[in-house]
Nanobody, 124 residues
Framework: QEQLVESGGGLVQAGGSLRLSCVAS????????MGWFRQAPGKEREFVVA????????QYADSVKGRFTISRNNAKNTVLLQMDSLKPEDTAVYYC?????????????????WGKGTLVTVSS
């Protein structure tokens, strides 16, 4: 079964760090851009970051720029999201996504695959 599986969420104090991991089935990962979205309680789901298949293009939401870092290991079908200097407003369920189109991820439409999400809670 083709799937994306996130891990690494949890509870952290403001200013702390977490690293999220997304492992994809090889049938999903190969050739696809990857990214992360998040949805806070009572809010719309929002784009966080995208990375192209070869890692040459990366785009961050302004709200996380300079604090979050995305990377990918194509040999291990894995994408990592390093989150530093976390703020209470970063509290959300974080979803890993995959799509052949980098633009579909940054635009938030027609995305091929979504993970089930991992919860990140940042306490003040």
């Amino acid at each position: 079964q083709e799937q994306l599986v996130e891990s690494g969420g949890g509870l952290v104090q403001a200013g702390g760090s977490l690293r999220l991991s997304c492992v994809a089935s090889s049938g999903i990962f190969s050739g696809r851009a990857m990214g992360w979205f998040r949805q806070a309680p009572g809010k719309e789901r929002e784009f966080v970051v995208a990375i192209s298949w070869d890692g040459s293009r990366i785009q961050y939401a302004d709200s996380v720029k300079g604090r979050f870092t995305i990377s990918r290991n194509n040999a291990k079908n894995t994408v990592l999201l390093q989150m530093d200097s976390l703020k209470p407003e970063d509290t959300a369920v974080y979803y890993c996504v995959a799509d052949f189109s980098f633009g579909d991820i940054t635009g938030g439409y027609g995305i091929d695959y979504w993970g089930k999400g991992t919860l990140v809670t940042v306490s003040s």
